[in-house]
Every structure is written in C-alpha cells, then in structure tokens.
C-alpha cells in the first residue's frame, strides 16, 4: 500500500501545484484527503474483484470509461467525507474535486506506461492481496483457495 500511496501523492503534488491558497499545514491535509480519495475510489471499482478485466483494460488505455469512474468515486469520497471532515470552503472543495480527474488520468497513464506499479501489486495494495488471490483461484478452479 505504501507504494501505491506514493505514487498518488506523487501525482496529487504535481496536479494541485498553486491551485490552493491555503496555509501549508492545510494544504497538506488536502493533499492528503485527495489522495485517500484516489485510492478509495481505486477500491470501490475493484471491491468485489468483479471489475479486475475492466480496471486491467484502463492501465492499459483501452477503456476510458472506467478511469472516468475511478475519478467519479473519489470525487464523491471527498465531497462526503474528506471535504466535511477538514470543514473546507466550498471553494477549496469545488478546486479539489477538479482536480481529481486529472490526477486519476496521470495515475492511470504513469502505470500504463510501466513508470509506476505493476498491476499485480497495485491489486496487492488495494485489497491486501485478497482480491488477487480470490481472482487466480476462480480462475484456476480454487487452487489458491
């Protein structure tokens, strides 16, 4: 987890850059809920291990629908929960939400270029392995069960 959580707050730095007039211990806590929400919505597409094909097609570049819908979950995880918990303006909330897509996108194009996570350990981080596990095992009739 902790290599995917670079990676994204790699990408949160480099996306929100200037968009935040804010003290620096704040601008660090949006930073970081961005982040959190990032990865939060990487699970909910993969919660279940349902969406693994449809994720694997996105890190690959071949299905924009799916990075769309990362992007709308973590959206929504700010709003409702990062967003209430820091008592943001609705300003500074709006800004973040925007910038959610982006950084999405610059997650999905880093690891699809083989720059970032394979795609074994980002599933890894995401689920504890479980997911990766479950997966293989239905795959291959439980034999990892």
């Known amino acids: ?20 007039n804010v003290p620096a211990n704040e601008q660090s806590q949006i930073n970081d809920g961005l982040a959190d929400s990032v990865i939060e919505g990487l699970k909910q597409l993969t919660g279940n291990g349902s969406n693994i094909g449809e994720l694997l097609s996105s890190l690959s570049g071949n299905n924009s629908s799916v990075t769309n819908q990362i992007a709308q979950a973590a959206i929504d995880y700010f709003g409702s929960n990062i967003a209430t918990k820091l008592n943001l303006s609705p300003e500074i909330v709006n800004t973040a939400k925007s910038v959610l897509p ?4 610059q997650l999905v194009q880093q690891i699809s270029s083989g720059k970032g996570l394979d ?15 479950n997966v293989a095992g239905g795959l291959l009739g439980g034999l990892f069960k």
């Open 1 to 20: 987890m902790e290599e995917l959580l670079a990676l994204v707050k790699e990408q949160v730095l480099s996306s929100v850059a200037g968009k935040f």
């Open 102 to 105: 982006i950084v999405v996108n």
């Open 119 to 133: 795609f074994g350990t980002l599933l890894g981080s995401l689920s504890g392995g479980d997911t990766l596990k």
